[in-house]
């Protein structure tokens, strides 16, 4: 147990011969560093954070469940640091539930690691979220696909996005390397 709470104010007042005793055991803070914590997660770090204080448990032990080092899920609850392929399933167990079935992980800050797991039960809808699927299925990074299709990463990027379209020819040309490979 931590010792009593003790306020310097009180050893320099006679009539103040009280001490407050709190055990922190059981207590966790809502607020870490300032970050409150979500209640509907958008994000990987929110879901982490979340199912930590649900447990009442601290990073360290958390960091011992998921089988990584404290300062790994340190920074995957910064959003500093995606997690690879190779965590993805100790994650579900962890949380209890899938948290990759969200296209913009790394987002905003646009870094992105080169085996950001990425699977969904929805079917993708457009042509640019069956690319970034696709990629992602493969392991390939979107320099590694951009090389491949033989076009830039910030234009397969913009395709991911939804922000532009392939021509007809790039289309088919994606849509015959995604049969190939299936």
């Known amino acids: 147990s931590r010792p009593a709470l003790f306020h310097p104010a009180c050893a320099m007042l006679p009539f103040c011969d009280r001490t ?3 055990s922190r055991s059981k207590y966790l803070p809502c607020r870490i560093r300032g970050v ?10 929110g879901h982490l954070r979340r199912r930590r204080l649900e447990l009442k448990i601290f990073q360290a032990e958390a960091a ?9 899920l340190s920074l995957w609850e910064c959003d500093r640091l995606y997690p ?21 992980l790394g987002r905003p800050k646009g870094n992105e690691s080169l ?8 079917p993708a ?14 392991r390939k990074t979107r320099k590694q696909l951009a090389t491949e299709l ?3 990463r910030k234009t397969l990027w913009n395709w991911e996005s ?12 994606i849509t015959s390397l995604m049969m190939k490979k299936v």
Request: glycine share 4%.
């Open 150 to 152: 033989g076009i830039d």
């Open 36 to 45: 409150p914590v979500q209640k509907d997660p958008n994000s990987l770090s």
């Open 64 to 72: 011992r469940r998921l089988k990584v080092s404290a300062r790994t």
């Open 20 to 22: 407050i005793s709190v």
């Open 84 to 104: 690879a392929w190779a965590y993805w399933p100790r994650i579900v167990v962890y949380l209890g539930y899938d948290p990759f079935t969200d296209s913009s």
């Open 162 to 173: 939804g922000r532009r379209m392939p021509c007809q020819s790039i289309s088919e040309k």
């Open 115 to 122: 085996d950001v797991a990425f699977l969904t039960s929805k």
């Open 125 to 138: 809808a457009t042509m640019g979220q069956k690319l970034l699927k696709f990629r992602l299925e493969m």
